[in-house]
């Protein structure tokens, strides 16, 4: 299994940036897939979650409304991040857990040590 992100970069309070999470050795729908991230002397934690299977997605309150989890249902798994605000940055990664055996009886958010696989991360940084 292995998990490539990418789209990370610079932008300005407001701006947006689009990550791509693609995976390869492994099928989405056995898969939930996470974005996580990580600022500076603080702990990785779960932004947003997706399962291809059951439609399902899920987004912590700090990005509600301003962040989207999707998937091209193939090989890639997107974050669309609107509005952006400096306590954004930090870098992204993605994460995958197989729940094929879970039967759907799996809850969001994934905790960081249940991922079995992880991407390199990608630098967000919003700043003025």
């Known amino acids: 299994v292995q998990l490539q992100a990418s789209g990370g970069g610079s932008v300005q309070p407001g701006g947006s940036l689009r990550l791509s999470c693609v995976a390869s050795g492994l099928t989405l729908d056995d898969y939930a897939i996470g974005w996580f991230r990580q600022a500076p002397g603080k702990q990785r934690t779960g932004v947003s979650f997706i399962s291809t299977s059951e439609g399902r997605t899920y987004h912590v309150d700090s990005v509600k409304g301003r962040f989207t989890i999707s998937s091209d249902n193939a090989d890639t798994v997107y974050l669309q991040m609107n509005s952006l605000k400096p306590e954004d940055t930090a870098v992204y990664y993605c994460?995958?857990?197989?729940?094929?055996?879970?039967?759907?009886?799996?809850?969001?958010?994934?905790?960081?040590?249940?991922?079995?696989?992880w991407g390199q991360g990608t630098l967000v940084t919003v700043s003025s």
């Open positions: 994460a995958a857990e197989s729940v094929k055996t879970y039967n759907g009886n799996y809850y969001f958010p994934r905790n960081r040590w249940s991922m079995d696989a």
